[in-house]
């Protein structure tokens, strides 16, 4: 929908009534100390009932305006008179008024209750797929192999209907942004754009409340349904958005998770997005907020439930001067990822991406199994980023928590197993088989609300006497999970380097694993995903050739790249934008920002791109 009033109209109205702020039209002017301007009458009959914020940036004021019980009627009535013959008759009919705004409640009970009946829900027949690859298809019956990968793969089905069908999962939504003072002008307009786009793509089901902070934090918007009259509420309180004060993150987002914590009732889905352009002036008194005692001291004066992976807090550090290593470090401790935003356009394509995916859960609590098959083999190692792993029951049996998944959404993991040599005799046509291991996950499908539990095929490997040339061909999809391992590995490894201040250490690192996936046989074979990996081990080079450029962009960088990995999640990095290129191998969509996008997450980038090809700030 479209409003006739610019951003700017409420610093020349009365945000209450409307009507033109002009001196020397027999009305008192209130100028509150937050510096916005009302109509005396107007605000004081709004704080008469106990309404003691400012309307427009929702300030708690300490100085309100009293007005005498004297003589108000007939004052009142020729103000009104004024009203329906100036500013607001032109503009009422276009325009919701400004809602009441009432003083913050001590508890956030107060969220639009559920409908009564839940949005149908697709259905169809397709569960969570498993496939598995070994790097051999044999291995000598006389030889023994300490660490032989198996590739484990998990893929989420696709969401019938798409991102903005009414039959995907609900989500309830808290956007925390950053109002301070350094968001004035163009960036507090694309941050609006931005919310504007994410409500756009809110269904009726889903809910949505909006937090502010710049030297507090204010619940600017309460958990309400994106029905048409939440949306244009929404898109009210958005427009209220004025930058202004310091940088209160832990404010923020102590806000935004008590607004969910304290909510009655709870949607399927729910996620916290936090933006920010700096780093948090009200508990840090100096600009070294990225070792690692302040970031401890930072993330343990945030609530307990933050760090419990119940809800994941997406952050996204925007310019040269936010705190990365803390955005990062908050992302990581919930299971969100963190997103790095170089340029001040890309601000709704990153929350595209991010909503994209948090529109298209299809199952949660995805727990990956394997299990020994044969007597003699171990597991060894489970490389999984992130994700909480285990081996237990004498290297027989490991475990990875998944978590949630999008919809088409795939996570590979490599299982490293000691295989023992074999006295297998062989089946009735002489061949012997090892078998190595069994697969299996369990999930809550959110189609039918039900745990799922699915069953992959046992995973075996040929014992030959000798190798014949066609068991000495590596499989490529293992090679190419293991060249990105080695990729996040080369570029944690370098940026520990980097923060030492040891950059000629880092470029070493970085080179020599670019040498590693050129001459690996995924690269040789042509795979698309380690040309991906090589820019990005380059791109990266780049942003350390200085202290200076390692500080400005290259550390935002590398620590959006290492979330993306870490999770195997897209995240937006500097100032790239979606570009699909489809793989040979598999059939799988890959992008420049680390081949880990999902179809929805591109089709609401489209969507965002499409826009801004026809919007101006």
Not at 132 to 146: G, L
Not at 171 to 189: H, N, P, Q, R
Not at 323 to 350: C, K, L, N, P
Request: glycine share 8%; charged share 20%; hydrophobic share 35%.
């Amino acid at each position: 929908m479209s409003f006739l009033l610019k951003v700017n109209d409420f610093e020349k109205n009365c945000a209450i009534c409307l009507s033109n702020l002009r001196a020397g039209q027999g009305q008192a002017i209130f100028t509150a100390e937050c510096s916005h301007s009302f109509h005396f009458l107007c605000i004081a009959n709004n704080v008469k009932h106990g309404n003691i914020c400012c309307p427009i940036c929702r300030s708690k004021w300490n100085d309100v305006p009293f007005q005498a019980p004297t003589n108000v009627a007939a004052t009142q009535q020729n103000h009104l008179g004024h009203i329906h013959n100036g500013f607001n008759h032109r503009y009422q009919s276009h325009l919701p008024l400004l809602p009441q705004v009432h003083p913050e409640p001590l508890s956030f009970s107060d969220d639009e209750p559920l409908p009564s009946t839940s949005p149908s829900r697709f259905s169809g027949p397709q569960n969570v797929t498993i496939r598995t690859y070994t790097e051999y298809s044999a291995i000598p019956v006389a030889e023994s192999r300490p660490t032989f990968p198996v590739l484990v793969s998990v893929r989420a089905p696709p969401l019938q209907g798409g991102a903005n069908s009414h039959g995907r999962t609900p989500i309830d939504l808290v956007t925390v942004l950053d109002v301070s003072g350094s968001m004035f002008g163009t960036k507090i307009a694309l941050l609006k754009r931005a919310v504007r786009f994410v409500i756009q793509n809110l269904g009726p089901y889903d809910r949505l409340a909006i937090v502010s902070f710049s030297n507090t934090a204010t619940r600017v918007f309460p958990l309400r349904r994106m029905t048409v009259d939440g949306r244009e509420s929404a898109f009210l309180a958005v427009e209220s958005l004025r930058a202004h004060g310091g940088t209160d993150i832990v404010g923020g987002l102590k806000k935004g998770v008590q607004v969910l914590e304290e909510r009655r009732a709870r949607n399927p889905v729910s996620s916290i997005i936090l933006l920010s352009d700096g780093r948090d002036n009200c508990i840090y008194d100096s600009q070294n907020t990225s070792s690692p005692n302040r970031v401890s001291e930072f993330l343990n004066r945030l609530p307990a439930s933050v760090h419990c992976s119940n809800v994941p807090i997406h952050t996204f550090g925007f310019g040269t001067d936010h705190d990365a290593t803390t955005m990062h470090a908050i992302s990581d401790s919930s299971s969100g990822t963190f997103s790095f935003i170089e340029s001040v356009a890309m601000i709704q394509d990153a929350f595209a991406m991010c909503i994209g995916g948090l529109l298209s859960v299809v199952a949660q609590e995805l727990r990956l199994t394997v299990r020994s098959a044969s007597h003699g083999v171990q597991i060894v190692s489970i490389p999984s980023g992130r994700h909480v792993s285990e081996i237990s029951d004498e290297c027989q049996q490991g475990a990875v928590d998944v978590g949630n998944m999008y919809a088409e959404e795939e996570k590979q993991f490599l299982v490293y197993l000691l295989v023992p040599t074999s006295s297998a005799t062989g089946n009735r046509e002489g061949i012997r088989k090892t078998s190595l291991l069994d697969v299996s996950c369990v999930y809550k499908d959110l189609g039918s609300n039900e745990s799922t539990h699915v069953q992959g095929e046992r995973v075996e490997i040929l014992r030959p006497k000798v190798w014949s040339p066609a068991d000495e061909a590596v499989c490529l999809e293992v090679d190419r999970q293991r060249n990105r391992l080695l990729v996040a590995e080369g570029i944690a490894e370098a940026q520990a380097m980097a923060e030492m201040g040891n950059l000629e250490g880092a470029q070493a690192i970085l080179a020599q694993r670019i040498e590693t996936i050129l001459t690996s046989p995924a690269a040789q074979a042509g795979d698309g995903l380690c040309n991906l990996l090589e820019a990005e081990l380059r791109e990266i080079r780049d942003r350390m050739a200085s202290m200076e450029s390692y500080t400005q962009t290259g550390r935002a960088y590398v620590l959006s790249g290492l979330s993306s990995h870490s999770w195997q999640r897209a995240t937006t990095r500097g100032d790239m934008t979606t570009q699909i290129m489809t793989m040979n191998e598999g059939g799988n969509s890959r992008s420049s920002a680390g081949g880990y996008e999902t179809p929805t997450m591109v089709n609401m980038v489209r969507m965002s791109q499409n826009l801004g090809v026809n919007h101006t700030v």
